[in-house]
């Protein structure tokens, strides 16, 4: 065979040309393999790092109080996670509020970074730079300054749910405010007013927000609602008619049952009540200007209502007249001194003017379907919870809720959730 022949056939010859070509091709089927490795560690590395961002912000958001207890928090949950804040390149980022997402006006939200660089192994064939692996989560407290509430306007919707329209100072000492009401004007301060609290949440939003100064912070778009403390709460049934038209300017001592048809106290009456329910059965019950009204120990609860289903019994008390009345500490209305049915009309008409003489009322005002208008010169290191449709303070106010041995139940609590 010539070497001419001998090198064409070789030219020709294919039998090899796989292997080359795979020998070629095999570095870069490995990296391919390896990066494919190397992203599914860092996906790995991105949700451990999304675990510790979630449990801090859900921590942090419950811990409540100042920022650096929330921020405290927040990292040392991370760090038990794994992720130390300034070790291994780590960082722990905590924003109250948020600084970024829907949230950033919500007062009760945290939000919480973590971040880690990642070394590169067969990706440093495209960059050098290390990868930043991190996650971000924010959490909301469900109710700002868990199990201290004082004051809690139920109604869903109206502007003005709660409103200090004049230009008094309602001082709620060490407890909170929350509104339930999705308006835009949910809560209103108007001219001078101010609102003094531990914490204030509304579901919806603030009109004069400058009157108001909390230690724990203003939470708008709070989520969820409060819910009613006393919702499953139910008189024991009345029947018949203790007295009818009770009306006096003298000195009466009375006893549990129905009043029917109007109770009216005028100027100069002092009247004392056993402990026990009483039942105000349609009509107006009313504290004239002068007159006194005094529960004996053991308590009382003024449960107003109708037998009928209309002409519902509401309450005026007008300035000037005394009130020390405390709610029983056991039984059906533990902890409750005022007591509204829940079937009367939504914005029945309650008002309490605590100008001028002491008006004190130990426990729960609990009112659901009333418009309140309410003021109160309350003594301090006493107990205080007023629930109410709607609530409108129109005269200086101070409360607590030193409510050790009142029977009352706490509202406010709960725990904080994920909401980005």
Not at 258 to 277: I, M, P, R, W
Request: hydrophobic share 40%; charged share 15%.
């Amino acid at each position: 065979m010539s070497s001419r022949n001998a090198f064409i056939r070789f030219q020709r010859d294919r039998s090899g040309s796989y292997a080359v070509i795979a020998a070629l091709a095999l570095p870069a089927v490995i990296g391919f393999v390896g990066l494919a490795a190397e992203a599914g560690q860092w996906f790995y590395t991105q949700q451990a790092i999304l675990g510790a961002a979630d449990a801090g912000a859900i921590s942090a958001a419950t811990a409540g109080g100042s920022f650096a207890t929330q921020q405290t928090e927040a990292r040392g949950v991370a760090a038990s996670y794994g992720y130390v804040d300034g070790q291994n390149g780590v960082t722990v980022t905590v924003n109250q509020p948020p600084k970024s997402g829907n949230y950033k006006t919500t007062q009760g939200a945290v939000e919480v970074i973590v971040a880690q660089p990642q070394s590169r192994l067969f990706s440093a064939l495209f960059s050098s730079t290390p990868l930043s692996v991190s996650a971000r989560a924010v959490a909301a407290a469900g109710v700002v300054g868990g199990g201290n509430g004082c004051v809690l306007a139920l109604n869903k919707t109206k502007d003005k749910a709660i409103q200090n329209g004049s230009s008094s100072t309602v001082d709620l000492h060490s407890c909170n405010v929350y509104d339930n009401s999705s308006s835009g004007k949910a809560l209103s301060l108007n001219g001078s007013a101010k609102l003094l609290a531990a914490s204030v949440g509304v579901v919806g939003g603030i009109e004069g927000a400058g009157g108001i100064a909390t230690t724990n912070g203003v939470t708008t778009g709070m989520k969820p609602p409060v819910a009613d403390p006393y919702a499953s709460v139910a008189p024991p049934s009345l029947s018949g008619c203790l007295k009818t038209g009770y009306k006096t300017s003298g000195t009466a001592t009375l006893n549990p049952g129905v009043y029917c048809k109007g109770f009216e106290l005028d100027n100069g009456a002092k009247v004392t009540l056993n402990s026990g329910v009483y039942y105000f059965d349609r009509d107006q019950f009313e504290l004239k200007a002068g007159s006194t009204i005094t529960g004996k120990p053991g308590g009382v609860t003024l449960v107003f209502t109708s037998s009928t289903g209309s002409d519902w019994a509401k309450a005026k008390v007008d300035k000037d007249a005394s009130v020390n009345l405390t709610a029983p500490s056991s039984g059906a209305t533990a902890g409750i001194v005022l007591f509204g049915d829940r079937n009367m009309p939504v914005g029945a008409d309650f008002e309490f003017d605590g100008a001028g003489a002491p008006q004190s009322f130990g426990g729960a005002i609990y009112l659901p379907k009333a418009a309140l208008k309410f003021g109160h010169a309350g003594a301090t290191g006493g107990c205080l919870q007023v629930i109410a449709d709607t609530i409108e303070f129109t005269s200086n106010s101070h409360f607590e809720i030193n409510c050790s041995g009142y029977g009352t139940t706490a509202f406010g609590s709960g725990k904080a959730a994920l909401v980005e």
